[in-house]
């Protein structure tokens, strides 16, 4: 090959290599760097020194027993909120992917929750919950009920946590599986009716398979962001009473920015991280037993 042609060749390499260089700086140093102070002990203070404690700190997170219940909480809000948005999104996605009068505007007023801004979805429920004047109280009040202390009790605090997460991310489920229903070809409805199945066969035996791959990565997205959650409880009930509503999010804010522990604040990061990246191996790999079959 000619030098001309050499030069063609790796010109647009030279281009990109300025992004590529970034990018590693901005994402991968940052990864590199929290998994080396994951392996130290370091709190943050004058003439503070990073000490090489190896595994330490993970070994610390199975034995924190604040840590395994913000990790009970996380799994709370991953089993009835995700589990919740999943089946009110595909109902009401099954119900907007009918034809009818006013769907745009219906359409549209389910979607308002996730088009808010978190902090304001915060502030809402806060003034929602409120036990003497919240207006959620007042209709308990209204149907013979008594007041319950939504943000008080540490029996109510994870569930109220958890209400506002379906109400705020249900439209998101909506949308995506809404998304997947449409792009499935009228021919294969009017297919089904011919060969005589009902609603619930078609809905069986094939709006699932095929949604399926879409069911996966919807919740998948959704998994990952409720091990991030820390914004709804910062609002809401700031880990509280006591430790009952903490979720790992929030006990790592606390444990790296309030006590300055960015050892182990890192290591609980990368235990979580674990967590997540076990979770997406078994979705994946359940998806492709189901395609491969």
Request: aromatic content about 16%; glycine content about 8%; hydrophobic content about 55%.
């Amino acid at each position: 090959m000619s030098m001309k042609g050499k030069r063609e060749r790796y010109l647009p390499l030279f281009f990109v290599l300025p992004t590529v260089i970034i990018i590693l700086i901005i994402s991968i140093f940052p990864l590199i760097y929290s998994f080396w102070l994951s392996l130290c002990e370091w709190e943050i203070g004058i003439g503070a020194d990073r000490v090489f404690v190896g595994l330490r700190n993970y070994a610390r997170l199975l034995t924190d027993s604040r840590f395994l219940n913000s990790l009970m909480n996380t799994g709370r809000v991953l089993f009835f909120g995700v589990g919740a948005q999943f089946a009110l999104g595909l109902g009401v996605a099954l119900l907007l992917n009918r034809s009818f009068r006013g769907k745009n505007l219906v359409s549209t007023l389910f979607l308002l929750p996730m088009m808010v801004s978190p902090v304001v979805v915060g502030c809402i429920w806060r003034i929602i919950y409120h036990y003497r004047y919240g207006p959620l109280n007042y209709m308990l009040n209204m149907a013979g009920l008594s007041s319950v202390n939504w943000l008080g009790s540490t029996d109510m605090a994870i569930y109220s946590i958890i209400l506002a997460d379906i109400w705020e991310w249900t439209p998101f489920m909506m949308i995506v599986l809404l998304a997947g229903l449409q792009a499935i070809p009228d021919e294969l409805y009017e297919a089904a009716r011919v060969d005589g199945a009902n609603r619930w066969q078609i809905f069986t035996y094939m709006l699932v398979p095929l949604l399926r791959p879409v069911m996966i990565i919807v919740i998948l997205i959704r998994i990952m962001d409720t091990f991030k959650i820390f914004d709804l409880v910062f609002l809401i009930t700031f880990g509280g009473p006591g430790q009952a509503s903490e979720t790992v999010s929030f006990y790592n804010y606390l444990t790296g920015f309030r006590h300055f522990s960015m050892g182990y604040a890192s290591s609980m990061a990368y235990f979580q991280l674990a967590i997540i990246v076990i979770i997406a191996n078994i979705f994946l790999r359940v998806w492709r037993r189901r395609e491969e079959a």
